[in-house]
């Protein structure tokens, strides 16, 4: 798909396409025609190719459409902006999970193009293993189902501490094993649960999955810490706080061992509601840590004002940020301030031995990446941790 406000541009990119061997080429002048043909198609598109600044309905705005829309093919940014631009909108594109494969200045060339399209072959990863199934879109009462009959599971993603290398710690990460279309990643369903106030239901499920899970860790003296993501809403719910407290005494897990992880992006929109909770999960010991931290809008007073004692970086400025100046000194700011501060820094997203460098250069705490492990169920999550404190 090709998307610009320009009929020039649309016929060049085009024609450079077509001179590249493509046939299968959609054409949209404009984001919300573009927008509407995505929404049509019952194939998937393999490579978007979009301007930026466009009237109506801009570039950012169209990629953050389709990354709601769970897009997983290639993006290709075009404009004729500087640089810069083009920069941060690839930063916050990749915030958003969209898989950017580069961009391209107009007046833009076949030369500039081609090895962006040729580079990429569309590749179907964790996330995106269910595409096919997905085209029918799950229903609430299909996750309510899910919920009630005990489909959802957990997968474990280890912390490592950079000074020690040791694992230090688990993320758990909601998994739904569908009766029908396997199993699937939250970016299918964590948004629908937010939407139709099942998201406190699927927290619970996660919870007291994963405290049963450490206990029994605990017992064979595996001792790791725990984060578990919380939709911020649910922190106003009745009982909801509550339940977290006594579940973790239930258990017999010391709340010291429990990190409650908020995207920044919904704290910064809901801090003051929530922050009587907060304080209160922090004076029973619970460490806080804010999560994809970078692609929300928080400013120095609102982070002192919380009681936050961690701070995870965003992959999309830890991936690749060796390469990369904007995400580079965003990630690298975001270290000091966490610094200044007193939180544990955790880098999201490290992935390759170029980010490692770069995450141990600038003196972050701990990484949790593919670099280091996947998320596992728990028995392979065992046979990690036994391989690793082995070597
Ligand atoms: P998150 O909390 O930021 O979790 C990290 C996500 O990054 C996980 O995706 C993980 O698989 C992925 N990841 C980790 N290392 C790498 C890496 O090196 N490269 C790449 N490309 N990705 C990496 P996952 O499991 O698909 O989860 C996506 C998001 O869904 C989570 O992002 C979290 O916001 C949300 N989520 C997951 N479980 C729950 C839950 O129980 N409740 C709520 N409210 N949200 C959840
Ligand atoms: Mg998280
Ligand atoms: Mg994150």
Redesign the pocket.
């Known amino acids: 798909m090709i998307v610009d406000d320009e009929p020039s541009i649309l016929e060049l990119a085009q024609r450079h396409l077509e001179n590249m061997g493509y046939s299968n080429i959609t054409a949209c002048l404009g984001g919300q025609i573009a927008l509407e043909q995505y929404q049509a198609s019952t194939n998937p598109f393999d490579i978007i190719i979009s301007d930026l600044n466009m009237p109506e309905m801009n570039g950012v705005e169209f990629l953050r459409h389709i990354s709601e829309a769970d897009y997983s093919g290639g993006i290709i940014l075009l404009s004729a902006e500087d640089e810069r631009i083009l920069e941060v909108a690839k930063d916050l594109a990749k915030a958003r999970n969209l898989n950017v494969l580069g961009y391209v200045s107009k007046p833009f060339k076949r030369k500039s193009l081609e090895p962006l399209i040729t580079g990429y072959t569309p590749h179907f ?3 995106d293993n269910t595409s096919d199934s997905l085209l029918d879109e799950i229903t609430e009462e299909e996750l309510r189902a899910g919920i009630n009959g005990d489909e959802l599971l957990v ?1 474990f ?1 280890a912390k490592t501490a950079i000074a020690t290398d040791k694992v230090i710690g688990v ?5 739904w094993n569908h009766s029908e279309r396997g199993v699937l ?3 299918t369903f ?1 948004s629908l ?2 939407r139709c106030q099942l ?1 406190d239901a ?2 619970y499920s ?1 919870y007291r999955k994963t405290l049963s899970q450490m206990r029994d860790w605990l017992d064979k003296d595996i001792i790791l810490e725990v984060s ?4 911020v809403n649910s922190f106003t719910s009745d009982g909801f706080v509550d339940f977290l407290i006594n579940t973790a005494e239930e258990y017999n897990v010391n709340p010291e061992m429990i990190i409650l ?1 908020v ?1 920044e992006s919904q704290l910064m929109d809901n801090m003051l509601e929530c922050l009587e909770k907060l304080i209160q999960l922090r004076m029973k010991n619970f460490g806080l840590s804010i ?2 931290f970078g692609t929300g809008h928080s400013n120095m007073t609102q982070l002192k004002q919380a009681p936050f004692t961690e701070l ?1 970086i ?2 999309a400025f830890v ?1 690749g940020a060796s390469e990369d100046a904007t995400a580079r000194s965003i990630f690298e700011s975001s270290v000091n301030l966490a610094k200044k501060l007193h939180m544990t820094t955790v880098a ?4 390759t031995r170029e980010d490692m460098t770069l995450v141990k250069e600038l003196g972050c705490d701990q990484i ?4 280091k492990a ?2 596992m169920f728990a028995d392979e999550f065992e046979e990690y941790i036994q391989s690793v404190s082995k070597a």
């Open positions: 990863s964790v996330t997968a993603q993320e758990a990460l909601a998994r990643p939250p970016l964590i649960a937010e998201i699927l927290t996660i578990v993501n919380v939709s992880e995207t999560d994809d995870k965003d992959r991936n999201e997203g490290v992935e949790q990446g593919f670099y996947k998320p």
